[in-house]
Structures are given as structure tokens and as C-alpha cells.
């Protein structure tokens, strides 16, 4: 079901690529505190595998239930647990998490994977050290490939820079268009650079971010040059 081609079903998902879904919604950002953001939905090899869960308000949530039965959960930094255990209890989907996340997730998880491990619906795994401690980037191979970003990467636009965002940014102000985690957010930011500029042995068309609108065109270009600005 292509999603995003049918405007009576749901304005809030996407079909960004063949089998791959934006889902928009709002996430907890500190406390009471939301904000704009999203997850995505990967249907491929029998699996449909939710990236940073959300839950959203029952029209849309129907949208996204037939785009198939979630059966895998994957998290994908120590702030995108959200509504995780929502898809645990209706579902009973797998959880997984990076093996770096091991005390820093409060739901039960199935399986820590580790830095190159295949995850379902034919997802491979990139620890991203340097950045926050179990940050992961996915790359989904098929048409062309495209990375699912959780933290490392950011796209915001004007739509996105709600009140939620600017209360929680320093000094009130959030950066539009792509750029990479803060560096002062990095752990160690020289090896963050190096982090991301493994990410170019990918081959991707596309990067979907968690935070912001997904890089459909000239992906690579745009990756080159944020490692460039570390």
C-alpha cells in the first residue's frame, strides 16, 4: 500500500521509497516537553520492521497497521525508546536495541545487536561511536539504498521548528536544514567524524532522519559535506 498516494487515508505517511514509510507524529523530548518527529516503517523479507516507534492518534495509527503487522521494533539511539512498549503489548513485536544500550533501556528487549549485524526487513547495522554512547544508523539496501538516521543526522525545516523544539534548544534556537548531532552533544567528536564518513561505503539514494524532513535527493553530496563541516 502506497501510503503517501492516497491523501483520504492519511496526510502523516509517506512512502519515501519502494517498501519504506515516514511516519509523522510528535515524540517526548525532555519531560512534558513534545515535538514534531517520526518514525519509519520497513516492510521487506517477510518482516515489518518499525524504526523508533511512535503511536499515533487512532485515524492514523489505522494507516499505519495496514501497512502490514509490525513484527520487529528497532531503537535506534538512548533517547528513541518512545512508545516501544505500545508495539510490545498490541503486537508483541522483537525488540532490538545496539548492545552499547544494555543499561539504558527501560523496556524488555529481545535481542542487542552489534555494530554490522543484519537486522530484519534486510537492515544492516552501523554503530556510530563518537556521537551519543548506542547511537545506530540503518541502511536498507534495495532501490538504491537509503540510511535511517535516529540523532546522528538532522533535517529541520520550518514546519518542524515547533515550540517543543525551540524550548529544549540552546538558546532558543535549532538550526534548519542538515547537519549532524551538535558536536558539543558528540562524545568525542573526531571520532564521530569518522563514524560518518564509514557511512559512505553505503550505497544510498536517500537519508531518512527522525527529526526534520528526509534527504531524497543528492543524499551523498549532502553526507559528504556535513562531514566535511566536523
Not at 53 to 70: E, M, N
Not at 145 to 171: W, Y
Request: proline content about 7%; some cysteine; overall charge negative.
Amino acid at each position: 500500500m502506497a501510503a503517501s498516494r492516497d491523501k483520504r487515508l492519511s496526510e502523516s505517511v509517506r512512502e519515501c521509497f519502494p517498501g519504506v514509510y515516514r511516519v509523522a507524529g510528535r515524540v517526548s523530548i525532555v519531560g512534558p516537553v513534545k515535538a514534531n518527529g517520526c518514525m519509519y516503517v520497513v516492510k521487506d523479507e517477510g518482516a515489518v520492521a518499525l524504526i523508533d516507534p511512535i503511536r499515533l492518534k487512532s485515524r492514523d495509527q489505522a494507516v499505519v497497521d495496514a501497512i502490514g503487522t509490525p513484527t520487529d521494533a528497532i531503537i535506534l539511539g538512548p533517547n528513541h525508546e518512545r512508545d516501544t512498549a505500545y508495539y510490545q503489548e498490541r503486537f508483541g513485536v522483537r525488540v532490538w536495541a545496539n548492545g552499547k544500550l544494555f543499561t539504558r533501556i527501560g523496556i524488555g528487549v529481545n535481542t542487542f545487536y552489534e555494530p554490522d549485524d543484519e537486522l530484519p526487513a534486510g537492515l544492516v547495522a552501523y554503530d556510530m561511536p563518537g556521537t551519543f554512547k548506542g547511537e545506530t544508523v540503518l541502511h536498507h539496501p534495495p532501490n538504491g539504498g537509503v540510511l535511517l538516521v535516529g540523532d546522528a543526522i538532522f533535517n529541520l525545516q520550518d514546519e518542524d521548528l515547533n515550540a517543543g523544539l525551540k524550548m529544549v534548544s540552546p538558546l532558543g534556537l535549532v538550526p534548519k536544514g542538515p547537519r549532524t548531532m551538535p558536536r558539543f552533544l558528540m562524545d568525542d567528536p573526531a571520532l564521530a567524524k569518522e563514524s560518518y564518513r564509514k557511512l559512505l561505503a553505503c550505497e544510498f539514494e536517500g537519508i531518512l532522519v527522525s527529526h526534520g524532513q528526509p534527504i531524497l535527493s543528492d543524499a551523498r553530496t549532502v553526507l559528504e559535506s556535513l562531514i566535511s563541516s566536523l
